[in-house]
C-alpha cells in the first residue's frame, strides 16, 4: 500500500490567481467578482489570490484592491483563504498595499520581487522585508524571473526562510529540480506557479498550487492534490494529462489573464471579458480554440 504524506500548507492547497472582472466601461464589477470567487469555492479551491498580476493588478488602483479583498472574504467567509497580492517595484507603495489588505480583511500576501528596475540581491531582500513587516500576515514570496529580471540566489532565499513571517515560494522558475533542493534546503512551502508543472511540483513534495487554469479546472486540481497526497501517482498523472488541453488553450499564448476571462464568458460565469490596457481581448482564432477546447473538455455546451 502506498504511503500517504501530507506537506504543510499555510496558504491551502488548491490555489487560483483570480481575475478581476470589470465592466464594459471598465469599472470594476464586485458583483461578478462574486460570482466568480464563489465558483472557484464550490469547485474546491481552498484560497484565492486577488489583486495578483492574473487579476491585472498593475491597472487597478488601492480603493478596487480593498473593495474586492472587503467583498470576496464576505462572500466566501471561512470557506478560503484570501490571499492579497502585494507587488510593485515601488517599496512604499507595495507597503500601502499590504496594509489595506490587512485591514480589509485578506489572510495573507503575496509579494513579488521588483520587476523592471532590477535592484541588487540586497534590494530585493529589503523591499520584501519591508512589505513584509508592513503587516503581521503570513506571506509567499513569489519567484518568476522571467517577469521581473531579477533572479533570487539561494543566499537571498535562505534570508527569507529565515524571516518568522516568510512561509512559502510560489515558484515560476521552470526549475522543478532546483526547487526541490530549495524545498528541502530551506524547509519553505512551495506552490506551483506554472500550470504545466503542478503534477511534477506535487510529485515533488510542493504544498499545491497557485493557478490560472483553476478558473476553468479547479476540482480538476482539488483531484491532482488529493491523488498525489494518496501516494497514487498514476491517477494523478492521468489528471494531470486529461487537464492538459485546458492548461494548452489558457496559458499556451501567455496570456491567462486574458484567457482566463475569455473562458468565464464562454462558460456564462462572467458577461463580458473586459480587460485594462496594456491588456486587450484576445483575437476570435484564440477565442474560438478555447472554445472547441472547453467544449471537447466537458466544460459548456456545444
Known sequence: MAQTHTPSRSFGSVVTAMVTPFKEDGSIDIDAALRVATKLVDDGCDALVLSGTT???PTTHQPEKDD???EVKAAVGSRAMIIA???SNDTAHAVRIAK???KSGAEGLLVVAPY???PSQEGVYQHVVAVTEATDLPVMFYDIPGRTGVKITDKTLDRFAAHPQILAVKDATGDVPGGFEKMNRTGLEY???DDALNFAWLAHGASGMVSVAGHVIASGLRALVSEVDAGDLPSA????AKQAPVINAIMGSGQGAVMAKEALKLMGVLDTARVRLPLVNAPAEEIAMLRKVLIAEGYMEG
Do not use: D, K
Not at 237 to 240: G, I, K, P
Open 237 to 240: 498523472r492521468a489528471e494531470h
Open 100 to 102: 489595506g489588505a490587512q
Open 191 to 193: 506552490y506551483s506557479g
Open 55 to 57: 487579476g491585472e493588478s
Open 85 to 87: 497580492g502585494a507587488g
Open 68 to 70: 474586492l479583498v472587503r
Open 116 to 118: 523592471y528596475n532590477r
